[in-house]
């Protein structure tokens, strides 16, 4: 089937996955893509919905200092996203949703962007954070808040593969509790695990 058969007679829907390069403790480096991919297959199964490629590369921030991060400049990655999106709303699709799987400036561009191509294209755009929308599920298993490769990540990247779990390779040294906001910023990050 053509995809002019498909967008947007048959699906108006896209579900685009975003997220980074960077350590994450005992879990893999792409974990921040590894989950909104898993997601948008959930959603793609039970919905009409198209998964668009997958956008691995992000803002990294205070991890890019760590073996194995990757970090896009902040123009560069939204300008990247503002062409996807502009692309994607310029085939047909008429609902934009973005499953972002890394926090910090990269969710500001994410909204940002979105909401500038859902106003230019008139489209419907969506940005979800993950980690986020199931802040509440966090709080009642784990009693306390995720973090950056804490209890929610690791779990949730447990249940998609738990070959991309490596819990002997955990040391106290990994773990970081995360500042009071305007307490201190360092650089890099003090630990590949920060928690909340």
């Not at 108006?12 to 975003?18: H, K, M």
């Not at 062409?83 to 934009?96: E, I, Y």
Request: net charge negative; with cysteine.
């Amino acid at each position: 089937m053509e995809f002019k058969e498909v967008v947007p007679a048959k699906c108006d829907t896209v579900l685009l996955p975003t997220g980074t390069l960077e350590p994450h403790g005992v879990i893999n480096n792409g974990a921040d893509i590894t989950a909104p991919v898993a997601i948008a297959q959930a959603i793609a199964r039970e919905t009409n919905a198209l998964i668009a490629p997958a956008i691995p590369y992000g803002i990294t921030g205070s991890m890019d200092a760590y073996p194995g991060s990757f970090s896009i400049s902040e123009s560069a990655y939204r300008a990247y996203v503002r062409d996807v999106l502009h692309g994607l709303a310029q085939t047909g699709f008429k609902n934009l949703v973005l499953l972002n799987g890394h926090g910090g400036p990269q969710t500001a561009v994410l909204n940002d962007v979105a909401r500038e191509i859902g106003q230019e294209k008139r489209v419907r755009t969506l940005v979800i954070n993950w980690w986020g929308y199931c802040a509440d599920v966090t709080l009642d298993v784990f009693g306390e808040d995720g973090g950056h490769a804490g209890w929610n990540e690791t779990a949730f990247i447990q249940a998609i593969d738990k070959t991309l779990v490596h819990p002997e390779r955990y040391r106290d040294d990994l773990a970081t509790p995360n500042p009071a906001p305007g307490t201190y910023s360092a650089y890099p990050a003090p630990s590949s695990i920060g928690l909340y």
